[in-house]
C-alpha cells in the first residue's frame, strides 16, 4: 500500500452544490495530481501541484480548483456541481516536478444527484 | 488533443494463456508509464520507459516502448489468476508545455478462468 491518503472516501452531494476533497501525500513526495476516472475510463488528469504552484492542467473548467499546503497536502474543490462529476476522484504524488512514477490514494467516490 | 488508445477494451483468457495489450499514441511521448487496477482498487504503478525501442522485463511481464514512441505493448506470460485487472498505460506528450499532465488510455480489462 502507499502511504497516500484520501478522505472522504464516499460522498454524496446534490446538483449546484460544492465539494472538497483531501490528500496527504506519501511521506517525502512533493508533488501532488489529481484525477477523475469515470466508470469504466481511464484516469482523467485534472491538475497537479508541485511546492505550492500548480505545475499544470488538464481540460478540466475553472469550476475545478486546487490548492497545495506547506505539508504537500493538497485540496481539490469542485462549485457547482454537476451530475457528469459523479466519479472517483484519484489523488497521486510523487516525487518531483512533471509526471514521474505516481502513487495513487484509494480515491473517493463521489454522486451527484 | 492528444489521445492514447489501448486495445483490446476486453481480454478472457485461461489461466497459463499469454496476453498482450496495445497502447498506441497519436503524437510522440516523451516516455510512457503502465499502471494495474484490479477491481475496486486504485491504479498501481508497474513501470516506467522513456528510450526508443526499450524492453522491460519484470518476472512474466514484458514492456516495449516503440521506436518511434508512438506506441508500446505489455505481454504477460502463462497468466495467473492474480493478474486479473485493469492494465492501463500512461504517456506524457513530447516537448509539451504541461509536462505534468500524464494521458491515460482506456485500459485494458484482463479476466482469467482457472
Known amino acids: 500500500e502507499t502511504g497516500v491518503t484520501q478522505s472522504p472516501t464516499h460522498l454524496i452531494k446534490t446538483r449546484g452544490q460544492q465539494v472538497t476533497l483531501r490528500c496527504s501525500s506519501q511521506?517525502?513526495?512533493?508533488?501532488v495530481s489529481w484525477y477523475q476516472q469515470a466508470l469504466g475510463q481511464g484516469p482523467q488528469f485534472i491538475f497537479q501541484y508541485y511546492r505550492e504552484e500548480e505545475n499544470g492542467r488538464g481540460n478540466f473548467p475553472p469550476r475545478f480548483s486546487g490548492l497545495q499546503f506547506p505539508n504537500y497536502s493538497s485540496e481539490l474543490n469542485v462549485n457547482a456541481l454537476e451530475l457528469d462529476d459523479s466519479a472517483l476522484y484519484l489523488c497521486a504524488s510523487s516525487l518531483g516536478r512533471g509526471a514521474y512514477e505516481q502513487y495513487f490514494g484509494p480515491g473517493t467516490r463521489l454522486t451527484v444527484t | 488533443g492528444q489521445q492514447v488508445m489501448q486495445i483490446p477494451q476486453y481480454q478472457h483468457v485461461q489461466e497459463g494463456e499469454d496476453f498482450t495489450t496495445y497502447c498506441n499514441s497519436s503524437?510522440?511521448?516523451?516516455?510512457i508509464q503502465w499502471y494495474k487496477q484490479r477491481p475496486g482498487g486504485h491504479p498501481v504503478f508497474l513501470i516506467q520507459?522513456?528510450?526508443?525501442?526499450e524492453v522491460k522485463k519484470q518476472k512474466r511481464l514484458t514492456f516495449q516502448f516503440g521506436e518511434a514512441k508512438k506506441n508500446s505493448s505489455l505481454h504477460i506470460t502463462a497468466t495467473q489468476t492474480t493478474d486479473v485487472g485493469t492494465y492501463f498505460c500512461a504517456g506524457i506528450l513530447a516537448g509539451g508545455t504541461s509536462y505534468g499532465k500524464l494521458t491515460f488510455g482506456q485500459g485494458t480489462i484482463l479476466t482469467v478462468h482457472p
Open positions: 520507459l522513456v528510450k526508443s525501442g
Open positions: 511521506s517525502g513526495h512533493n508533488t
Open positions: 503524437t510522440t511521448l516523451s516516455n
